[in-house]
């Protein structure tokens, strides 16, 4: 069976928009191939605001999440393996409004992850750009 992790995340997302407010997303910056601005992280962990109006090209896939955010005016490739996110809870209600994953959730989706067949992984968004190929 997949693991839950990444539906209970995308669920509570929609019902954080779906509900007026601005989802927000826990990061343990220092798990495996996160992609974050390093200068931005604080005691190993930092925040996204997640709305639709912050991000671009954001995607919940079941293995990871990633978008396009900007940080001190530059755009920055985000990429966030689902047992990095810790927590999802609304800006604006944050006692009321949040769906923390325990420990024990992350060991469970790791264990249910190392299971399943290898599925195709997300690439990671390359910092090369094409430019123009000449004939």
Not at 58 to 85: H, K, Q
Not at 106 to 127: G, L, R
């Amino acid at each position: 069976m997949t693991p839950t992790r990444p539906y209970l995340l995308r669920a509570f997302y929609e019902w954080i928009l779906d509900n007026g407010m601005t989802p927000h997303i826990l990061i343990n910056a220092e798990a495996e191939n996160v992609v974050v601005p390093q200068e931005q992280v604080q005691d190993g962990r930092i925040v996204f605001n997640i709305a639709p109006r912050a991000t671009k090209d954001l995607r919940m896939g079941n293995d990871a999440t990633e978008f396009l955010g900007r940080f001190g005016g530059e755009v920055v490739s985000i990429y966030l393996p689902t047992p990095s996110i810790l927590a999802i809870y609304a800006r604006e209600n944050p006692e009321q409004t949040n769906f923390m994953f325990s420990p024990e959730d992350i060991e469970n989706y790791q264990e249910a992850t190392d299971q399943q067949e290898p599925t195709t992984p997300i690439k990671k968004p390359s910092p090369l750009k094409l430019v123009k190929r000449s004939k």
